[in-house]
């Protein structure tokens, strides 16, 4: 059974910083693909970061480059979501998800985790 628990949520005021874990398992990860999206109240899932286990790929959304930094140990088969100056904006509750390739299409999505509150204070 494939299992995706995400981890690290919380409450931070404005300008703080946050760290997600995806702990993946039942799945090949080393060929796994881990996107993380978000979804804010009142609006569409969207996605914020990739990464292909297998290069090292990366990719983000507009909202969050040059803030948010994804990283992946295959040791410990868990990818991280770094999350600097964070904006009340931020506030969503963020899946990870397992696919294929990097994209932000949740059509393409295998696999998510049943997701973590993150809450910015202003």
């Known amino acids: 059974e494939v299992q995706l628990v995400e981890s690290g949520g919380g409450l931070v005021q404005t300008g703080g910083s946050l760290r997600l874990s995806c702990l993946a398992s039942g799945l090949t990860f080393d060929d796994t693909t881990i996107v993380w999206f978000r979804q804010a109240p009142g609006k569409e899932r969207a996605g914020v970061a990739c990464?292909?286990?297998?290069?090292?790929?990366?990719y983000y959304g507009s909202a969050v480059k040059g803030r948010f930094a994804i990283s992946s140990d295959n040791a410990k088969r868990t990818v991280y979501l770094q999350m600097n100056s964070l904006k009340p904006e931020d506030t969503a509750v963020y899946y990870c998800?397992?696919?294929?390739?990097?994209?932000?299409?949740?059509?393409?999505?295998?696999?998510w985790g049943q997701g973590t509150q993150v809450t910015v204070s202003s």
């Open positions: 990464i292909s286990s297998s290069n090292g790929y990366t």
């Open positions: 998800a397992a696919a294929m390739r990097c994209y932000f299409s949740e059509p393409l999505i295998d696999y």
